[in-house]
């Protein structure tokens, strides 16, 4: 009978711990995708840069500039993997920078 009591404590304490590890590996995800996110981005505003006159509306080095503008795409790929409370912002935010992009904004709009 104490075999079956501590068989069943141990699953029942196993089965209330699952949710705190999924939370856990969940906010670990959510930290790697807003790495990935911030780094995309801050390499994207630099290419962009290289690629823009300062005062913008002409490409010096296309290369520069798709790079940017892949970067940029990547960004968004991630964005449904941030936190849910950032993902409109994020989101908001990743198309006002494709727009600046495909309108060759200045670089200083971009950062």
Same mark, same amino acid.
């Given at each position: &009978?104490? @075999? ?19 939370? *856990?590996?969940?906010? @670990? ?16 505003? &630099?290419?962009? #840069? ?7 509306? $002409? ?27 950032? $993902?409109?912002? #994020? ?14 904004? *200045? ?5």
């Amino acid at each position: &009978m104490r @075999t079956v009591l501590i068989r069943k404590l141990a699953l029942l304490l196993i089965l209330a711990s699952a949710p705190a590890v999924q939370l *856990t590996a969940q906010a @670990t995800d959510s930290l790697s995708a807003s790495r990935r996110v911030v780094a995309a981005a801050s390499l994207a505003a &630099m290419e962009y #840069a290289l690629g823009v006159e300062p005062a913008g509306g $002409r490409v010096t080095l296309p290369e520069d500039v798709d790079e940017a503008k892949l970067l940029i795409d990547q960004a968004r790929h991630d964005v449904p993997l941030l936190q849910a409370a950032a $993902r409109p912002a #994020a989101d908001s935010l990743f198309a006002r920078i494709a727009g600046g992009l495909q309108r060759l904004a *200045t670089p200083a709009d971009l950062r």
